[in-house]
């Protein structure tokens, strides 16, 4: 190992909390442990189901296809019969293609019937002797709540689904996701809370609400957004909430309202989020790692609110870092925080201080998007300075991202003054190379001024990047560029230059595009008009 790769190594792992540490450790020893003595967990576990009461939640995106006995998970198909699926299937498209695979999504999309549930069910029960991928934590949470809520639908009470549950409940609660936190311990917790309704099974509640009474406060930032800053994680975590919210009201029965920890305020502050980041057209902006047809729209996820009688609270933009500014034709949204959280930021992209604009609700300048998680070229050229819309000073990075969901040195933002008009942040990513990044956005009713001023000396060249949207069409003249949606000029500006590039607004589809290179000495004004001149 040289020193540039300790250095990596050394600024990742400073950050990572001592609970991840541990029980990365401790299930490490476990596993060995285990191996050597042959421990295996149980198959079936005896246990006694309840009726449950749901109202509609969202459906399932169309996964698989009957007629083909095909799976389609981002973009990549498979066609399977259902006594020979290949649950472990990681090599053909992935490790997350395999994760979907198991998820059981498909079990509550739209026109899937009761007996073609069943069917994959026992398929799966009669693989368990060689599964693998789908016993990891993540996927038996989401499995589980799948199973459930499709068991709930058709009320179907069969032993042997019941005693497979419960027994991948045994599993989950006792390979509990600390090693990783966020996201995967919430679903943990959210699985373990359907498990609890559905078996009335007092452990399983109590341990989802000890993990909730923590995760929630931590894992939900003042303005209500999630705290590893992804759009799309945000409408995962909403739809998860709003199901849990619909299990908790319509089952008091079992557990009152009041004895949880997941609480109809918070939910509205998740609401309002979403709502203010969301672009009238219903998009959200793709950035840190985010893509469409992953989590529900945020249309959907409305009206499943509405119809769990919970509105959004009037909350503005705080703590997550975004801002949005809306004019009557045109939407702005900044980024103006930090890689977060520290001890998590593998959803995290370099782009402190980008922005996503949008004209007459269509996209125009864009955040160019996740198509992948695969540890390859792809992603980590699309994590890099050089995919979002801000500056880079050299061949440096603003954040050092490497592997496909580490982090080592990152930027600190630092927001200097905002108000409805205009915003002005700086961040100290390039202050190892003598350089602090200023920037403001001034808010016109007609245009954005963008200024970029770089604090200290260097000799390494200074850019800066846009990214238009595949439907943008532009031209330059004499350094100006003229597009269908207004021009942009420049003040000291030294030279443009055009190039491809590519915006994947979904996992596995990549557009090519236009990226624009500014090239400035220290200071950059540009000035983005929605009117030609």
């Known amino acids: 190992m040289n020193m540039k790769t300790a250095l990596l190594y050394f600024h990742t792992i400073i950050h990572i909390r001592p609970i991840q540490i541990y029980y990365r450790i401790h299930y490490k020893i476990r596993a060995i442990f285990r191996t050597i003595i042959g421990f295996k967990y149980p198959q079936f576990k005896t246990a006694q189901s309840y009726p449950i009461t749901l109202k509609s939640s969202i459906p399932s995106n169309q996964s698989y296809c009957l007629d083909e006995s095909r799976f389609q998970f981002l973009n990549q198909s498979q066609i399977f019969e259902p006594s020979q699926i290949h649950w472990n299937d990681e090599q053909t498209f992935g490790k997350l293609w ?22 994959l069910i026992r398929a799966y029960i009669q693989a368990y002797p060689n599964l693998k991928t789908g016993l990891e934590p993540y996927p038996i949470s989401l499995r589980n709540i799948n199973w459930i809520k499709f068991l709930s639908k058709y009320q179907i009470h069969d032993a042997e689904i019941d005693e497979f549950l419960m027994a991948q409940y045994v599993r989950l609660i006792d390979n509990l996701e600390y090693h990783l936190m966020g996201n995967h311990l919430l679903e943990n917790a959210f699985s373990l809370l359907f498990g609890a309704y559905y078996f009335r099974n007092n452990q399983l509640f109590n341990t989802a609400n000890k993990i909730l009474k923590t995760e929630l406060s931590e894992q939900f930032l003042d303005d209500g957004g999630h705290f590893e800053r992804s759009p799309m994680y945000h409408q995962i975590m909403l739809f998860k909430m709003l199901d849990c919210w619909n299990l908790i009201e319509n089952n008091s029965d079992f557990k009152s309202v009041s004895e949880n920890e997941i609480s109809f305020k918070l939910i509205e502050k998740l609401l309002s989020f979403l709502q203010n980041i969301t672009f009238e057209n219903g998009d959200i902006p793709l950035v840190n790692d985010a893509a469409r047809n992953i989590a529900p729209t945020t249309k959907q996820l409305i009206e499943y609110a509405n119809l769990l009688n919970i509105k959004g609270s009037e909350i503005k933009l705080s703590e997550s870092g975004f801002r949005k500014f809306n004019k009557s034709n045109y939407e702005l949204l900044v980024d103006v925080g930090n890689i ?129 949207h595949p439907n943008v069409e532009l031209k330059i003249e004499e350094n100006i560029i003229k597009t269908n949606f207004g021009n942009i000029t420049f003040e000291n500006l030294i030279r443009i230059t055009e190039n491809k590039c590519h915006v994947s607004e979904e996992f596995n589809v990549r557009i090519s595009s236009k990226l624009i290179t500014l090239f400035f000495n220290k200071k950059l004004t540009t000035i983005i008009n929605f009117q030609p001149p």
Not at 99 to 116: A, G
Not at 371 to 382: F, K, P, W
Not at 403 to 423: C, P, T, W, Y
Request: charged share 20%.
């Open 98 to 119: 395999a994760y979907n695979l198991n998820y059981f999504e498909f079990l509550n999309q739209e026109n899937f019937t009761q007996t073609q549930g069943i069917t």
């Open 340 to 468: 977060a959280p520290d001890y998590l930021p593998g959803h995290a992209h370099a782009d402190t201080l980008s922005f996503v604009l949008y004209v007459n609700q269509k996209p125009f300048i864009v955040d160019t998007g996740t198509s992948t998680y695969q540890n390859n070229e792809i992603r980590q050229s699309e994590r890099s300075n050089l995919a979002h819309n801000t500056v880079q000073i050299g061949h440096f990075e603003q954040s050092e991202m490497w592997s496909s969901f580490r982090v080592g040195r990152r930027a600190k933002a630092n927001i200097l003054s905002e108000d409805e008009h205009q915003i002005t942040a700086s961040h100290d990513g390039y202050k190892r190379h003598g350089i602090i990044h200023k920037r403001t956005f001034i808010i016109g009713s007609q245009s954005v001024i963008i200024k970029d001023e770089l604090m200290g000396e260097t000799k390494y060249p200074q850019k800066a990047y846009l990214h238009f």
